[in-house]
């Protein structure tokens, strides 16, 4: 008889502990993060620059910092480098739908986005990209140009 009720208290913890592991499973979130394809260039430092590399950051995420030192260093006359940090600039994430930092892009005089990168970048993709922006098909092989797909991103 004592068995018996080891064997009942032993499979009441083991449902008790199942139905709490099974609370805790929660549906995966998405990884489909999209950039836009247009930018209003109003919207940004110097609009009449050829132009625009703007790095969508937040003050709370560490690889942001890294993403801005590399692209901040592509300015120039012809290129302006803008940071757009959320906690400071909340309205153009909204208004560009930026849903993951850091989100890279590279824009033309028109405000067409030419090529995106959303998380971490390398200076060699992010130079190589901006660079077949200017001029398609200067990237040199091994790079990844930041290309965006049909989806956006």
């Not at 004592?2 to 609370?23: Q, S, T, Y």
């Not at 153009?92 to 990168?117: Q, S």
């Not at 971490?120 to 990209?129: F, G, H, K, N, R």
Request: some cysteine; overall charge negative; aromatic content about 6%.
């Amino acid at each position: 008889m004592d068995r018996v009720l080891l064997v009942f208290g032993a499979l009441a913890i083991a449902g008790v502990f199942a139905a709490v592991l099974g609370r805790r499973t929660a549906a995966p979130a998405s990884n489909i993060h999209r950039v836009p394809s247009v930018l209003d260039r109003r919207d940004f430092a110097r609009p009449d620059a050829p132009w625009l590399v703007a790095v969508f950051t937040s003050s709370t995420c560490n690889t942001c910092a890294g993403v801005w030192e590399r692209a901040e260093l592509l300015g120039s006359e012809a290129v302006v480098c803008q940071r757009i940090d959320f906690q400071d600039d909340r309205s153009l994430h909204e208004r560009y739908r930026i849903d993951g930092v850091p989100t890279l892009v590279v824009a033309d005089a028109d405000g067409a986005v030419k090529r995106a990168f959303l998380g971490p970048v390398t200076s060699t993709d992010l130079w190589a990209a901006v660079a077949d922006a200017r001029e398609p098909g200067s990237i040199p092989p091994g790079c990844h140009a930041g290309e965006i797909d049909d989806q956006g991103s």
